[in-house]
């Protein structure tokens, strides 16, 4: 706990925070300017399904570039003010140093899918949807969307932390920026195999096309589970490979 501590007051500076504002208003505006834009032609589609699916498709974009830009910045620290053998020297273990890194990764992004159910429960009301607020398909969504992003902070956290130049780092956040965004057109078993994809793969909402009519369709719990085991799994399998090969690396 004192070393997530420490690791907070040391981004007092750096304004990650308003910065995750900032990429996420950008997000949110885009996204509901869509869905507007989306109910004004088809006003059946009214309605808290449309909003989310709508959201959850623009996460597959910008969220695993904003969680690359936050590893990154809390990462770089150690790189540049080269700190490592100083904290090495005062007895402070690097796999202690790797989860409270992570931790304060996974905070400011757990804010972040807060704040955007927030702003999905703001806009739905604002905009006079019928149906109360669906609790049960909120929480989902950021079940769904917390786990794919901690996921993708442990792959990003050892990239960041192996490599000195963070520039590395944050292509890879582009590149599956760019893979979440085409990931609903890439083959099922390519999908899999991406993490990036899950933005939309684990979204409480899918979308169907029926006579040229763009339905959205309420996906069973029960055929999710599986996934969010294996990809479970596979968070905890990046971290602490993550974890041991940088606390083996040579400073």
């Not at 300017?33 to 009214?46: F, K, L, Q």
């Not at 992570?102 to 999905?120: E, K, N, P, T």
């Not at 996934?227 to 990046?238: D, E």
Request: aromatic share 10%; glycine share 6%; with cysteine.
């Amino acid at each position: 706990m004192k070393a997530v501590r420490l690791e907070l007051y040391k981004l007092r500076h750096k304004h990650l925070f308003f910065m995750v504002i900032l990429i996420l208003l950008v997000e949110i505006g885009w996204a509901f300017m869509a869905t507007s834009m989306s109910i004004s032609r088809n006003p059946d589609n009214a309605g808290w399904e449309s909003l989310i699916a709508m959201l959850s498709a623009m996460n597959g974009l910008f969220l695993p570039i904003l969680t690359a830009i936050c590893v990154s910045r809390i990462c770089d620290m150690e790189h540049k003010g080269n700190t490592w053998k100083l904290l090495l020297t005062v007895s402070v273990r690097r796999s202690s140093l790797y989860a409270a890194k992570y931790a304060v990764a996974s905070i400011v992004m757990l804010v972040a899918c807060l704040l955007q159910v927030i702003a999905i429960t703001t806009f739905g009301i604002m905009n006079g949807f019928e149906q109360p607020v669906t609790l049960f398909l909120l929480a989902r969504f950021i079940i769904g969307t917390a786990l794919t992003t901690m996921i993708i902070i442990a792959l990003q956290q050892w990239v960041s932390m192996a490599v000195k130049n963070q520039a590395f780092a944050l292509s890879i956040g582009m590149i599956g920026g760019f893979i979440g965004m085409a990931a609903d057109l890439l083959p099922t078993g390519v999908r899999r195999i991406l993490v990036w994809s899950y933005y939309t793969g684990l979204s409480p909402i899918t979308q169907s096309y029926t006579s040229e009519k763009m339905q959205f369709i309420v996906r069973d719990m029960s055929s999710l589970l599986p996934m969010m085991m294996v990809l479970i799994g596979a968070g905890i399998g990046i971290y602490l490979v993550g974890s041991i090969h940088v606390s083996r690396q040579e400073v």
